[in-house]
């Protein structure tokens, strides 16, 4: 049989008792631990979902730049076919 250690007092309950305690707080220990470890994660990811966030809200910028330029040569497009239509109609008078 293992023998319990003794407390100053010399109990060998208070002294399983004081084991006991101990090997609690160490499991506490561990699970702070783990838990700041995935607290370092979780920031590392939030951090990465903003740069996200950022780089979507320059792409949106882009694509109306794009859709804007679209419209406008459109817009040139339909200018150059008026110009022929005006151009034809002025050589008939």
Known sequence: M??????KNGSPE??????YFEDQVK???EHILSINKKLGK????????????ENME?????????KHGFKIKVDIDEFAVL???????????
């Open 42 to 53: 979780l920031e590392a990811i939030e951090e990465a979902i903003m740069l996200t966030q």
């Open 27 to 29: 499991v506490i220990a």
């Open 14 to 19: 208070i002294g399983a008792i004081s084991e």
């Open 2 to 7: 293992a023998k319990r250690k003794k407390s």
């Open 83 to 93: 110009e022929k239509r005006v151009s034809k109609l002025e050589s008939r008078l």
């Open 58 to 66: 320059i792409m949106k910028m882009d694509m109306e730049f794009i």
